[in-house]
């Protein structure tokens, strides 16, 4: 089956600098790519859609300066959480999306990013 | 180790009968369980979750579930189902124990409403 690797699965930032969150598709090309963050206890938030070769789209309420989307190739989006805080302390998932259409589109998951920003 | 099991790739249902959607999970101590729909060209959206109390919980769009412990199940229902229901459902679960993270999805069940 696809598989979508994102990496790192953990990472530990002091408050203040910036930390990037890879995802790739490792054996399809995903044309649009999902970033989400969850806290604890709470369900999935979509942060943004990632197209490949064009900006970003944020939902409401998600500070794209601050959480900056790169989608350069077909294989990888990049999620950078810039100038981090303790607030920004979260579960971070990616997931990318195989075909096209209703009937033939998949989604799948990356298995996270756990930050935790001190 | 966590894991979640949507048995049915496919589901086909006629408008208006009952549907279920099955998922099964595997987890060290409590789980927290979760519904989520995708619709074409869009990125998840929340439907419910389960946490602690009532086995059955009601979601979004007049959806339910019911927590299931000594079958570890965590099926989606709805009474009626309208053709606008028609979309990808993931299950997903996390352990109490990870602290709520560590999110593991299913691998997705494409719901079809037929009129």
């Known amino acids: 089956g696809a598989v979508v690797s994102q990496h790192p699965s953990r990472v530990i930032c002091k408050s203040g600098t910036s930390v990037k969150i890879e995802c790739r598709s490792l054996d399809f090309q995903a044309t649009t790519m999902f970033w989400y963050r969850q806290f604890p206890k709470q369900s999935l938030m979509l942060m943004a859609t990632?197209?490949?070769?064009?900006?970003?789209?944020?939902e409401q309420g998600v500070e794209k300066d601050k959480f900056l989307i790169n989608h350069a190739s077909l294989t990888l989006s990049t999620l950078t959480v810039t100038s981090a805080h303790p607030e920004d302390s979260s579960f971070y998932i990616c997931?990318?999306?195989?075909?096209?259409?209703?009937?033939?589109?998949?989604?799948?998951f990356g298995s996270g990013t756990q930050l935790s920003v001190l | 180790a966590q894991s979640v099991a949507q048995p049915e790739d496919q589901v086909n249902v006629a408008e208006g009968n009952p549907l279920t959607v099955k998922c099964t999970y595997s987890?060290?101590?409590?789980?927290?369980l979760f519904w989520y729909v995708q619709y074409p060209n869009r990125g998840l959206q929340f439907l419910l979750k389960?946490?602690?109390?009532?086995?059955l919980v009601k979601g979004s769009y007049g959806f339910e579930a019911e927590f299931n412990k000594s079958q570890t199940s965590f099926h989606l229902k709805k009474p009626s189902a309208l053709v606008s229901d028609s979309a990808l459902y993931f299950c997903?679960?996390?352990?109490?124990?990870?602290?709520?993270?560590?999110?593991?999805f299913g691998t997705g069940t494409r719901l079809t409403v037929i009129p």
């Open positions: 990632s197209n490949e070769g064009s900006k970003a789209t944020y």
């Open positions: 987890v060290s101590g409590n789980p927290y």
């Open positions: 997931s990318a999306r195989r075909g096209q259409g209703a009937l033939r589109e998949k989604l799948f």
């Open positions: 389960y946490i602690t109390g009532d086995n």
């Open positions: 997903a679960v996390s352990g109490q124990q990870t602290g709520a993270n560590n999110l593991f």
